[in-house]
C-alpha cells in the first residue's frame, strides 16, 4: 500500500458518523489532558512550592486509577453502555479540574487538592480509556480499526506538538491554574460530541447470569496467555515504569534545579510532541515494509537508547536544556513509533466479547507501572538525588531488550493467523 493509499485509508474511516465523532472528541478529550498535564508540575513547582516527593505524590495519583479500578473497570464496561460511560468520565473531568481555578481564586488551593484532583482525573481516565478502546469494534470493521486507531495516533501527536508550547505561552499571560478553564471546555465538547454517536450494541448475557471475579480472571488469563500480547503487556510495563521515573522527576529538574522558566518547559515538551508527529508519518510506511511485530520489538528496544540524555543533562548542567531537548525529541519518535506498530494488534487478537476486559488488564499492567516508576523517582530523588533517579529510570527500560532477544516472537515480522481472533 502507498503512502497515498494509507492517507486514502484513514480518511475513510472518518466518513463514518459514528468514528467522525468519537475521534474528534479523543481529540478535545486528549487536548484537555495534554494542557492539564502540563499545569499540573507547573502549578505544584511554582506555585506551591513543592517538594520532590510531593511532585512524585501528585504524579503517582495522576497515574493511579488503572491499579486501583483498572480490571473492574473493564467487566463494567463490558456490561454497560459504553456511549454512558464515555459520557459520565467527561462530566466528572470536567467538574474535577473547575475546582483548581476555583480554589486558586480563593486563594484555597493547596498541594491535597492537587493529589485529589489527579486521582479523579485519573480513575476518570480509566472508564474512558477502556469504553473508547471496546466502542471502536461497534462503530467500526474490524479491518478498518487499524486505519482508526492510526488516525486518531496522528491527531493525539498532533495535539502534543501543539499543546505544552501554546500552554506555556499562556502561563507568560495567565497563572498555571487558570489553564484547567480550557481543560473544562474541552471536556465539556467532547461530552456533546459523543451525544451524537450510535454505537452498534452487541448482544450480552444477563449481568445476574454473569461471575464478576471469573470474568476478571478470564480478561487477565487471556492477556497473558496469548504469545504476542504477552510479550507486548511485558515490554510496555518495563518502559512504562522507566518513564513513570523520568516524567516525574523531569519537572523537578528542569523547573527546580536548572531554573529554566515555564514556557522553555513547554517547547521542550513540544518538541518531543513534534518527533512523534514525525514518527506518526513515517512509521506507517515502515511497518508495512518490515512487519508490525518486527516494529514493536525494533522501538521497544529502542527506549532506552532514547532516554539516556536525560540523566546525561543532570550531570552536564551547562548543557541540559539541549541535551533534554534531544531526549524529548528521541523519546517522542520511539514512543509513537511504537504506537503506530502496535495500532490494532491487540483488537485482532482479541474476541469483541472479551475486548473491555483485555484492554482494562493490558491498561493494569502497563498504566500501573508509571505510577509505581513515579513513586520510586520520587524515592530515589529525596533520598539521594534526581540523577540517580533519572539513571535508574534508563536502566529500567533497558530491561526489555533482554525479553526481547530471548523471545521466540523475534522471528515473525507479522501476526500470525493463529495467533488472530
Known amino acids: 500500500m502507498t503512502t497515498e493509499e494509507q492517507s486514502e485509508s484513514e480518511s475513510e474511516v472518518l466518513r463514518i458518523p459514528g468514528f467522525r465523532r468519537l475521534w474528534g472528541a479523543n481529540g478535545f478529550r486528549f487536548s484537555a489532558a495534554e494542557v492539564a498535564g502540563f499545569a499540573l508540575p507547573i502549578t505544584a513547582v511554582t506555585s ?47 467538574v474535577g479540574f473547575v475546582s483548581i481555578p476555583l480554589a486558586y481564586a480563593l486563594d484555597a488551593l493547596t498541594v491535597p487538592q492537587l493529589i485529589v484532583v489527579a486521582f479523579i482525573g485519573s480513575v476518570s481516565g480509566v472508564f474512558f480509556d477502556v469504553a473508547h478502546n471496546s466502542v471502536l469494534p461497534e462503530l467500526l470493521p474490524k479491518r478498518r480499526i487499524a486505519d482508526a486507531n492510526a488516525r486518531l495516533q496522528t491527531s493525539s501527536t498532533t495535539i502534543m506538538a501543539v499543546s505544552p508550547g501554546a500552554a506555556g505561552l499562556a502561563t507568560r499571560a495567565v497563572p498555571a491554574p487558570l489553564l484547567y ?20 450494541e452487541t448482544d450480552r448475557p444477563p449481568v445476574e447470569k454473569r461471575d464478576f471475579r471469573r470474568e476478571i480472571v478470564e480478561g487477565i488469563t487471556f492477556l497473558f496467555k496469548h504469545p504476542l500480547l504477552r510479550l507486548i503487556v511485558c515490554q510496555a510495563a518495563l518502559n512504562n515504569l522507566g518513564a513513570g521515573i523520568m516524567l516525574a522527576m523531569l519537572p523537578v529538574f528542569l523547573l527546580d534545579e536548572v531554573g529554566v522558566s ?4 513547554g517547547l521542550l515538551s513540544t518538541l518531543g510532541a513534534v518527533a512523534g508527529v514525525v514518527a506518526s508519518l513515517m512509521c506507517p510506511r515502515l511497518r508495512r515494509r518490515f512487519g508490525e511485530i518486527r516494529m514493536t520489538i525494533v522501538f521497544s528496544a529502542l527506549a532506552p537508547f532514547a532516554l539516556v540524555a536525560a540523566p546525561f543533562a543532570a550531570v552536564f548542567r551547562d548543557a541540559a536544556v539541549p541535551l533534554v531537548a534531544a531526549a524529548q525529541i528521541l523519546i517522542g519518535f520511539v514512543v509513537v513509533g511504537r504506537a503506530v506498530a502496535v495500532a490494532g494488534l491487540r483488537a485482532r487478537a482479541t474476541p469483541l466479547a472479551y475486548m473491555g476486559r483485555v484492554s482494562a488488564a493490558n491498561g493494569v499492567v502497563t498504566q500501573g507501572a508509571t505510577p509505581l516508576g513515579g513513586l520510586i523517582g520520587g524515592v530515589l530523588a529525596g533520598t539521594w538525588s534526581t540523577t540517580v533517579a533519572l539513571w535508574v529510570g534508563v536502566v529500567v527500560t533497558a530491561v526489555p531488550v533482554v525479553i526481547l532477544l530471548r523471545s521466540p516472537i523475534r522471528r515473525h515480522r507479522t501476526l500470525p493467523s493463529e495467533w488472530e481472533a
Do not use: T
Not at 478553564?181 to 452498534?200: D, R, T
Not at 515555564?262 to 518547559?265: A, D, N, P, Q, R
Open 48 to 94: 506551591l512550592h513543592a517538594n520532590p516527593f510531593e511532585v512524585g505524590l501528585i504524579f503517582v495519583f495522576s497515574r493511579l486509577g488503572y491499579l486501583l479500578v483498572g480490571l473492574p473497570a473493564g467487566v463494567w464496561v463490558d456490561r454497560w453502555n459504553r456511549k454512558s460511560v464515555l459520557l459520565w468520565a467527561d462530566a466528572i473531568y470536567a
Open 181 to 200: 478553564l480550557f481543560a473544562v471546555v474541552c471536556h465539556l465538547v467532547s461530552l456533546l460530541m459523543i451525544k451524537g454517536i450510535e454505537p452498534a
Open 262 to 265: 515555564s514556557w522553555v518547559f
